[in-house]
């Protein structure tokens, strides 16, 4: 039984089925980030990673208003659980070759970043390490076996460089928090990664044994 129906002008629109499958691996990624944000984030840096704090700044940046811890932790919920696996299922059923662009653009800028910190006599030792280690995670897709895997770490990859490359500097913060040291944006990478695999893993792994 097929997932999807054809709508008007070839738009594909999930089932019901499909929908509770895409969000209930979002609930499973979230929970997984939760522990790695809250618990093992904190015993590395000493403090949690903050996904409902980045959205006060965003809201007070552009608005002056501050929204309600409560609120901002609903919202975040609300994104990783909905917003995040519903973006995967438009970019990955929409458009062709999404992990390779997705894939380039992150490490593209990412390494355009680091050479203007290094040019400026910014960058430090940690942050060649961090490079090396995304610029690795990031060429495992032209030797992974598994499509599926590599598709994976693309899409966890993306849900980093959406945080803390896009809306961070939106919020006025610093682009990827590396002024910040660093530290805090390479456990959000990993964490993101974690996130954004189990969304896409579970997801394609959940559909194809639908499918069967």
């Not at 019901?16 to 499973?28: H, I, P």
């Not at 997984?32 to 403090?47: L, Q």
């Not at 409560?70 to 070759?97: D, N, Q």
């Not at 682009?175 to 530290?183: H, S, T």
């Amino acid at each position: 039984m097929s997932s999807t129906w054809i709508a008007p002008h070839g738009v594909s629109v999930p089932s019901a089925r499909t929908f509770g499958r895409l969000f209930f691996a979002g609930y499973c990624a979230l929970m997984a980030w939760e522990i790695w944000a809250r618990t093992i984030t904190a015993w590395v840096v000493g403090g949690p990673l903050e996904p409902p704090g980045l959205i006060i700044s965003l809201v007070q940046h552009w608005t002056g208003y501050v929204l309600p811890l409560s609120t901002t932790t609903f919202l975040h919920y609300m994104v990783g659980i909905f917003g995040y696996p519903l973006a995967y299922f438009i970019i990955s059923r929409h458009l062709k070759r999404w992990s390779l662009i997705l894939d380039a653009l992150v490490w593209v800028i990412f390494t355009l970043f680091l050479a203007y910190g290094l040019f400026r006599g910014s960058d430090t030792t940690s942050m060649g390490v961090f490079w090396v280690v995304v610029t690795l995670i990031t060429a495992t897709r032209f030797v992974n076996p598994s499509h599926k895997i590599a598709e994976s770490l693309s899409w966890g990859s993306f849900t980093w460089f959406n945080a803390l490359g896009i809306m961070a500097p939106l919020a006025g913060l610093p682009f990827l928090l590396l002024e910040w040291g660093g530290a805090l944006s390479f456990m959000s990478y990993v964490g993101h990664i974690l996130f954004g695999f189990i969304i896409a893993y579970l997801f394609e792994t959940w559909e194809k044994q639908a499918e069967a």
